[in-house]
């Protein structure tokens, strides 16, 4: 069974900067592309960033410049680095992956979900 344990969420006053990591588990044998997105309340959950296994990056437009995302193939880990965070930040993040996992001889596809980690930006 592959999990998704993010950490790292908290209370920041803007300007201020956070790092929220996610750790990939179980009998993993590829992490194709990881992502992390956000949902404030009221409000639908959206896309913040992803990363390839080799390392292609894409932002939203809201998040270029100020959030950089990483991951570490190895620790099977993906990263969220928050600069410059505003209070239009807040919300739920929730990392994301695509992952092929085995069972025996078998490999399977799926997509996976963190159980998120609260991001506060005070003003």
């Known amino acids: 069974q592959v999990q998704l344990v993010e950490s790292g969420g908290g209370l920041v006053q803007a300007g201020g900067s956070l790092r929220l990591s996610c750790a990939a588990s179980?009998?993993?044998?590829?992490?194709?592309?990881m992502a992390w997105y956000r949902q404030a309340p009221g409000k639908q959950r959206q896309l913040v960033a992803t990363i390839t296994n080799s390392g292609t990056t894409n932002y939203a437009d809201s998040v270029e410049g100020r959030f950089t995302i990483s991951r570490n193939n190895t620790q099977k880990t993906v990263y969220l680095q928050m600069n410059s965070l505003k209070p239009e930040d807040t919300a739920v993040y929730y990392c994301?992956?695509?992952?092929?996992?085995?069972?025996?001889?078998?490999?399977?596809?799926?997509?996976?979900w963190g159980q998120g980690t609260q991001v506060t930006v005070s003003s």
């Open positions: 994301n992956a695509d992952v092929i996992d085995a069972t025996g001889s078998r490999y399977f596809t799926g997509n996976y």
């Open positions: 179980g009998n993993i044998v590829k992490i194709p592309s």
